[in-house]
C-alpha cells in the first residue's frame, strides 16, 4: 500500500518569515547548528531569524533560502513575508522575454520525434507535446481527461485514461505515486498533495517488489504492439524565473529494437 502523504503547511506571505524559514530548514532535515554553518552565520542569530526577535536582511534571507534549496516560487513568499519585494518574475511561456526557452522545449521537443516528448509545469499539466504523444492516446476512453490542462499523471493512472493500456500498470503505478509523494514533500505545495492522495484513491494493483533492471519502463499496448519506454526529465539548469523553474521536459527513448521500430510505424515513418 502507498505511504500516506504528510506535509507541513504550504508556506505563505502571511506566515511570519521566521516561522517560513523553521518549516524549510525542518522539511530538508537540517539542524539550526548544520544550516547556520553552512550560512557563515551564528546559530544564535539564526535561532533569533526563525523566533521574529531578528529581521533578516534581504541578501541574508536568499542566502539562507538558497542553503535550503526552496524553490524559487517560495523564495518570493519569504521575501513577501519578510518585507521585501518578490525577487524573481513569473511569466507565461508565451511572453516575448522567455521566447528563447520556448524555443529551446520546442527544439527538443520535435529533435526527439518519433519518440514521444512533452513540457509539464509544477503540477505536472501538459503545456506542449510533439507528434509521437498523440498515436499513444488513441485509446483514452474519457474525453474529459484530455480537456485542456491535461494532467499527464491523472491521464496516465485513471482507469479512463492509459491505464488500461500500460502492461506493467501494478509497477507503474507504484513509480508514479512515489515519485509524486517525494515532490510535493519537497516542495510543500498542496496542489501536488491533493493530486497524490486523488490518484491514490483511484486505488489498483501495486508491485509488492521494485521492478528489476536498469530503469522502470513504461509498457504500453497501442495498434502497433507492445511499447517498451524508457523515461528521462531535462530541466533548465540556472533559471531565474519561476515559470521556467518549474518546467521539465518528460522525454521517452525506446528500451529495445521492437519499440524502436512500432515508434516509427506509429508515427507514419
Not at 499527464?152 to 500500460?166: E, N, Q
Request: proline share 8%; glycine share 8%; aromatic share 4%.
Amino acid at each position: 500500500m502507498p505511504q500516506t502523504l504528510v506535509l507541513a503547511k504550504a508556506s505563505s506571505a502571511a506566515s511570519p518569515v521566521g516561522a517560513q524559514l523553521r518549516a524549510w530548514r525542518q522539511r530538508r532535515r537540517r539542524s539550526q547548528l548544520d544550516l547556520a554553518l553552512d550560512a557563515g552565520i551564528s546559530q544564535r542569530h539564526l535561532s533569533f531569524v526563525e523566533s521574529g526577535r531578528a529581521r533578516p536582511s534581504r541578501d541574508m534571507l536568499l542566502h539562507l533560502a538558497e542553503q535550503l534549496e526552496v524553490p524559487l516560487r517560495e523564495r518570493n513568499a519569504l521575501l513577501l513575508a519578510a518585507g521585501f519585494a518578490p525577487r524573481y518574475a513569473e511569466r507565461g511561456l508565451d511572453d516575448p522575454a522567455l521566447a528563447p526557452a520556448s524555443q529551446v522545449v520546442a527544439t527538443i521537443l520535435r529533435g526527439h520525434f518519433p519518440n514521444p516528448a512533452l513540457a509539464v509545469d509544477r503540477h505536472w499539466h501538459m503545456l506542449a507535446a510533439n507528434e509521437a504523444v498523440a498515436p499513444l492516446l488513441a485509446g483514452v476512453a474519457e474525453p474529459a481527461l484530455l480537456a485542456p490542462p491535461v494532467n499527464v499523471l491523472r491521464l496516465s493512472l485513471h482507469p479512463g485514461g492509459l491505464a488500461p493500456a500500460i502492461l506493467n500498470l501494478p509497477v507503474w503505478r507504484g513509480h508514479i505515486l512515489g515519485r509524486l509523494q517525494r515532490q510535493a514533500q519537497a516542495s510543500a505545495d498542496p496542489v501536488l498533495a491533493a493530486l497524490h492522495a486523488e490518484l491514490t484513491a483511484l486505488g489498483g494493483p501495486l508491485a509488492a517488489e521494485p521492478a528489476e533492471g536498469i530503469a522502470v519502463p513504461l509498457e504500453l499496448a497501442t495498434r502497433e504492439g507492445a511499447l517498451s519506454l524508457i523515461g528521462t526529465v531535462t530541466v533548465f539548469g540556472t533559471p531565474t524565473e519561476v515559470t521556467l523553474a518549474e518546467l521539465a521536459i518528460e522525454a521517452f527513448y525506446p528500451a529495445d529494437a521492437v519499440t524502436a521500430a512500432r515508434l516509427r510505424r506509429l508515427c507514419g515513418g
